[in-house]
């Protein structure tokens, strides 16, 4: 087991380098000067110049990257090119407001696709499992940027429930409607699958058993077929929490939501690398811890998957 | 566990249940920043979101009126010489920054030589760049400005190399504002937020979330005594936060100017038009469109009016060439009016009758994609074949500055409110590219005036030049000619005493009030 | 066959699916609106007889842009699909079949490519090279062959140690013939599964670039560019976003159910449909 923990680990560092030279390499390649952001509308031709020489925008791309990795060596990620901030700063105030939006939204799938995928499967072929279905298969459609605004435009401004955006200093009604947004495919998704993995189990003889013992079909259904349903559940949790930290770049925009998807965003429209750099090796990083979370916690319950290694 | 995670549910939406618009305290005003600023540093704010909070925290000699009038901020009373170079500034003794430091002129002499300094290149080095001495100073021969003198601590004499008369604007744009230094010159923190000396401190900084100001001298009872920038990139959560009360001024997207201003709309709709020119800037370098009557051609083909009523809800006004109307003399001019028959003569007679095609480039925005769409349909029309090329900022910047689009749709913003700031920079040819001159256009009798114009003090000659500049420029067409634009807020019925700035960073919020007696609605 | 007809999920997948097709490539026809014909008199009308699905600012029928940006919206889906399964077909097939180094490779070159940000990839890759449709077929072709890569690899690893294909390395066919003619074949269900599904996340994909403005290039509409431009009018004329948005999620619901039926009727398993995280 540690073995295989420590291979899984030094594994991560080509990746982790690979996804930051690439990164590197694409800023490179696009069109645009981080310099432009700086000078704005009306500047003189030499002060640009003055500007890319402080910032070392002239040496040669592999001397940059160099630059770059050795500053992460003693932990730095640099300063902004626009704003002249240490980008760590701004990393460790934006990252936990990404990383709680990616919790909460989980939470919002596990909870809303287990009761779905629970309720549909008390009944099969019934109404209320045609409705559940029916509901996470639109859950599963609805492209966020369009999901986002519908739910600003009937819960904030029709129903007046909840606020229409921003981080509200942390407050809990403030994630909802990002929640339910980020969260509402992966809850499609697990009620689909908490179903389909219920109606396995409620198959076998000893649920029969336990139902003609005269058991409540709910607690049948949550002690036995709960149990079995969990590992898919995982498995999708596990899958979109990290594209949750990433992915939340449109939701962050659409309510005013101060993360690091929203930084990730501006920084690429201004061509600032070493914002850039820093925001997509966290996010990179985010996303490959989960995931080797997700392979040890299945490793730990079946250790034949530790072979598959990919 | 499960009914752990439902109960825990409940009771995050019984949190959010009840919502009804409360708003926040009524002693801050509450208002939004469509992109987080750059830099809260006055030598590098150069973006809007940027000039707006530098306006707001630091002192400047001089300030901008709603209006867009300079109004002294610092200067207790000043004097111009009478051959218009030498200014003598008597700074009022006892303003002070957050620090307890008084302010006085070596905190003037400070600043303004960092903006200059070479080791420190700032972007806003062209805004002092005419006192007396600064060339020597920027090229490194000479540790200090000639034309920048304090007698004593409390007068300052500034000296210009060539009269200029919108020279109290500059001293009212952000980057001329003043602020206690660190070390390196940089404006000073504690615990991580600047000491302020302008008329709001910064008294919260959520980084990427919001800014809360705080109003540093006593004001009336109604007065706000926090004000609050949120930053809120979408127009549409812009509008949803006002319509629920969380916002006490929201600028109206131009799609919904029917439903804030006619419909049951729940506030007060102000309208201003503000020193904006919308414009299609056309790469005079290239060909076609090194031809004066291709662009006078382009210019006759587009129904602006049109434009106007269905892409800006009629919030806009004809431009008449580049200098906004409040700022020159002269009857509008109408030359350009709607007639695609003369579009088609001119570019026959260009040898164009066959059409041509262009690209017209864009930042991306929806807005602007509509308005082109509109133009392309008009070009189609007299046989010009129109590519829209949508970049993201970055790109498009970039090909704008070098020349490397054939037409793109631009706004100017002035910077201070004087008529040079819409010829200089736009059209002269030391400042093609970067320097705001996009359209590349240099024509030697055009630069010859602009320079007599900026070295003239404000006087009757000067207006004369500058309608003959607006009007010769307007004819030579380096733009299709769009629009002064209105900009379209409304307001918070319970707010008065607003006034919308005509320039970006001339309301200093200092006057509003908000009427706390009405009943919640 | 007949099980695909008893299966709901794919009888309503496949009608959804099937009825954009045949919007997107007999429609512009049938309705012989041009979807770019501005008449301003006719701006903003309300769903009515004359416009079924109403007029945007310029006067356009939506109904003809919603047509039209079914057209873009499943040629880029298409297409990009294609390229994603073309280089994950390879990628998996080398990978799994060769293993050693190249199989290493091939899957660092695969997480790399699923722990970079998705979006922010396909912004870098459409700035580079200027948004068109190439570009998006491209990009979006490229964010998607990692996860078939993976997906086949793990199938190839079962099928490569398999007796016929034992059989195959016996009479002596070369590697290059064992996958493809071999094992290839014995992947089509897997590919079909994936390539219904990766649909879905292709349009999803596509509607978030317009979403940001580096999509298609107006004024030819697809369904991102739609809802974008359609939530400026959300107040006042709801229509402009509601539809293309539904039209939009019910082609996702269409390819998703597909794709689930077809892994239902078909057991490749181990896929799960993907969501629009974007």
């Known amino acids: 087991m540690w073995r295989y923990l420590l291979h899984r680990l030094l594994v991560l560092i080509p990746v982790l380098i690979g996804v930051t030279f690439a990164s590197f390499c694409l800023l490179y390649v696009i069109p645009g000067d981080p310099v432009q952001a700086v000078a704005g509308e009306r500047y003189d031709e030499s002060v640009l110049e003055e500007l890319r020489a402080e910032l070392h925008l002239d040496d040669p791309l592999l001397v940059r990257y160099g630059r770059f990795l050795e500053g992460l060596l003693r932990g730095d990620l640099g300063r902004s090119y626009v704003t002249r901030e240490p980008v760590l700063t701004r990393i460790l105030v934006t990252f936990p407001r990404t990383l709680q939006l990616a919790l909460a939204s989980m939470a919002v799938a596990i909870v809303l696709g287990l009761s779905l995928g629970l309720a549909a499967a008390a009944r099969p072929g019934s109404w209320l499992d045609r409705l559940c279905m029916t509901l996470a298969s639109i859950g599963i459609s609805m492209p966020v940027f369009w999901l986002g605004m519908v739910l600003i435009y009937l819960f904030a401004i029709r129903m007046n429930w909840l606020p229409p955006s921003g981080y509200g200093d942390g407050h809990p009604r403030h994630i909802i409607l990002p929640a339910l947004t980020l969260g509402m495919a992966s809850a499609a998704l697990i009620a689909r699958m908490t179903r389909s993995a219920m109606l396995e189990v409620l198959g076998q003889d000893f649920i029969r058993t336990a139902r003609a013992k005269g058991l409540h079909p709910w607690r049948v259904l949550v002690r036995h077929g709960l149990r079995n349903a969990l590992l898919p559940v995982i498995t999708v949790v596990g899958n979109d929490f990290g594209s949750y930290l990433s992915g939340s770049v449109l939701t962050e925009r659409i309510f005013a939501w101060p993360g690091l998807g929203r930084y990730t965003l501006e920084a690429v429209a201004k061509r600032d690398l070493p914002a850039l750099q820093g925001s997509i090796l966290v996010m990179a990083l985010a996303f490959v811890l989960v995931n080797l979370l997700v392979d040890l916690t299945y490793a730990w319950i079946d250790p034949r998957t530790r072979r598959g290694g990919a | 566990m499960k009914s752990n995670i439902i109960l825990l549910l409940l009771c995050l939406l019984s949190l959010g249940c009840g919502n009804s618009g409360e708003g926040g305290d009524p002693a801050v005003f509450h208002n939004y920043l469509s992109e987080e600023p750059q830099s809260l540093d006055p030598a590098f704010a150069v973006d809007q979101s940027s000039g707006i909070l530098v306006s707001l925290l630091y002192p400047g000699l001089f300030r901008f009126a709603a209006d867009g009038t300079p109004v002294p901020d610092l200067v207790d009373d000043w004097q111009l010489s009478a051959d218009g170079l030498i200014y003598t500034f008597r700074l009022h003794p006892d303003r002070s920054f957050d620090d307890g430091s008084v302010i006085d002129t070596d905190d003037v002499i400070r600043c303004f030589l960092r903006l200059l300094d070479p080791e420190h290149p700032s972007p806003r080095r062209w805004v002092l760049d005419g006192l007396k001495g600064a060339q020597s100073f920027i090229a490194g021969h000479s540790g200090h400005v000639a034309g920048l003198n304090a007698p004593d601590a409390h007068t300052l ?113 102000t309208r201003q038009e503000e020193l904006v020119i919308s414009y299609i800037g056309l790469n005079t370098e290239r060909a076609p469109f090194n031809d004066p009557r291709v662009r006078q051609a382009l210019n006759y083909a587009i129904d602006v009016e049109a434009l106007i009523r269905t892409c800006r809800s009629g919030a806009a006004t004809r431009a008449g060439g580049p200098v906004p109307p409040s700022l020159r003399e002269g009857a509008p001019r109408e030359q350009f009016r709607y007639r695609p028959e003369r579009a088609r003569e001119l570019l026959a007679e260009a040898g164009l009758s066959a059409g041509f095609d262009m690209e017209i480039w864009q930042k991306e925005n929806p807005e602007v994609s509509r308005i082109l769409e509109t133009v392309q349909i008009f070009l189609a029309d007299v046989g010009i074949e129109v590519k829209i090329v949508v970049r993201d900022w970055g790109a498009f910047k970039d090909a704008i500055n070098k020349g490397s689009a054939d037409a793109f749709f631009l706004d100017w913003l002035a910077d201070y409110p004087d008529a040079e700031n819409f010829l200089y920079p736009l059209f002269h040819t030391s400042n093609r590219g970067g320097g705001g001159n996009r359209c590349r256009y240099s024509e030697p009798v055009t630069d010859i005036l602009l320079d007599e114009l900026r070295a003239t003090p404000e006087s009757d000659a000067r207006r004369r030049l500058v309608a003959q500049l607006n009007d010769s420029i307007y004819t030579a067409a380096p733009w299709i000619w769009l629009w002064y634009p209105v900009s379209i807020q409304v307001l918070n019925p319970r707010i008065h005493s607003y006034q919308p700035p005509v320039i970006f960073n001339g309301q200093d919020y200092l006057e509003v009030t908000r009427d706390v007696a009405l009943p919640t609605s | 066959m007949k099980a695909c007809l008893h299966h709901s999920g794919f009888v309503v997948g496949a009608f959804l699916v099937l009825l954009f097709i045949v919007a997107a490539v007999l429609g512009p026809t049938l309705l012989g609106v041009d979807p770019m014909a501005a008449d301003t008199d006719a701006a903003l009308r309300a769903p009515e007889a004359a416009h079924p699905f109403g007029t945007d600012i310029a006067g356009r029928d939506l109904l003809a842009r919603v047509v039209s940006g079914a057209r873009v919206s499943l040629t880029v889906g298409l297409i990009s699909r294609l390229v994603a399964l073309l280089l994950g077909t390879a990628a998996g097939l080398l990978a799994g079949y060769l293993g050693g180094w190249v199989d290493g490779l091939i899957m660092r070159l695969a997480d790399m490519t699923m722990a970079f940000p998705a979006l922010l990839l396909l912004i870098g890759i459409v700035a580079a090279f200027g948004p068109s449709l ?64 990766g649909m879905a996340s292709a349009i999803i994909a596509e509607g978030s670039l317009s979403f940001l403005g580096l999509g298609v290039q107006p004024p030819q509409p697809s369904w991102g560019s739609l809802i974008r431009d359609g939530f400026d009018f959300l107040r006042s004329a709801s229509w402009l976003a509601l539809i293309p948005g539904v039209c939009m999620a019910l082609a996702v619901l269409g390819f998703n159910l ?3 039926a077809l892994r239902d009727l078909l057991d490749p398993r181990k896929i799960t449909s993907g969501g629009g995280v974007l």
């Open chain 3, 134 to 197: 190439p570009t998006l077929y491209l990009a979006l072709g490229f964010l998607g062959w990692a996860q078939v890569a993976r997906v086949l690899r793990s199938q190839v690893l079962v099928l490569r140690d398999s007796d016929y294909v034992d059989a195959a390395r016996v009479i002596g066919c070369s590697r290059v013939r064992i996958m493809i003619r071999h094992i290839l074949p014995a992947c089509a269900p897997t590919l079909i599964v994936l390539f219904s599904m």
């Open chain 3, 258 to 260: 597909l794709g689930d």
């Open chain 2, 157 to 269: 004499v500034v000296e210009l190399e060539t009269p200029f008369s919108p020279f109290l604007g500059l001293l009212a744009m952000p980057a001329t504002r003043l602020y206690p230094a660190a070390s390196d010159g940089t404006p000073a923190q504690i615990a991580g937020l600047p000491v302020c000396g302008g008329p709001w401190r910064l008294t919260e900084w959520h980084r990427g979330d919001r800014f809360l100001l705080g109003r540093r001298e006593m004001g009336g009872p109604d007065n706000f005594t926090g004000l609050e920038f949120r930053i809120i990139p979408q127009p549409f959560t812009a509008g949803a936060e006002f319509s629920v009360g969380n916002l006490d001024l929201l600028q109206v997207p131009l799609t919904e100017v029917a439903y804030w201003v006619e419909g049951e709309h729940k506030g007060t709709v």
